[in-house]
């Protein structure tokens, strides 16, 4: 004993619809996350966040001396 070809089209189509809504909702939410990395990706640089057109070179005096002696010193410390 089948199921009538008529019941059966008519699961199939059952199917078929909840299948196509899944995936579509799966490709809005990709292409949502997309848009998302993409803005996070281009919006700091179209709005100049870090500063790209006036950024020099940090420059820091430096001394040997003092640098030895921090690091003479921070090897001191006990835990």
Do not use: H
């Amino acid at each position: 004993m089948g199921m009538p070809s008529a019941l059966l089209f008519k699961y199939m189509s059952i199917i078929l619809v909840s299948v196509s809504v899944v995936c579509d909702n799966m490709l809005k939410d990709l292409e949502r996350e997309s848009n998302l990395l993409l803005t996070r990706k281009q919006l700091p640089m179209e709005q100049d966040a870090f500063g790209a057109e006036f950024r020099g070179e940090i420059l820091e005096p430096y001394d040997e001396k003092k640098e030895a002696e921090w690091r003479g010193n921070s090897t001191n410390y006990t835990f």
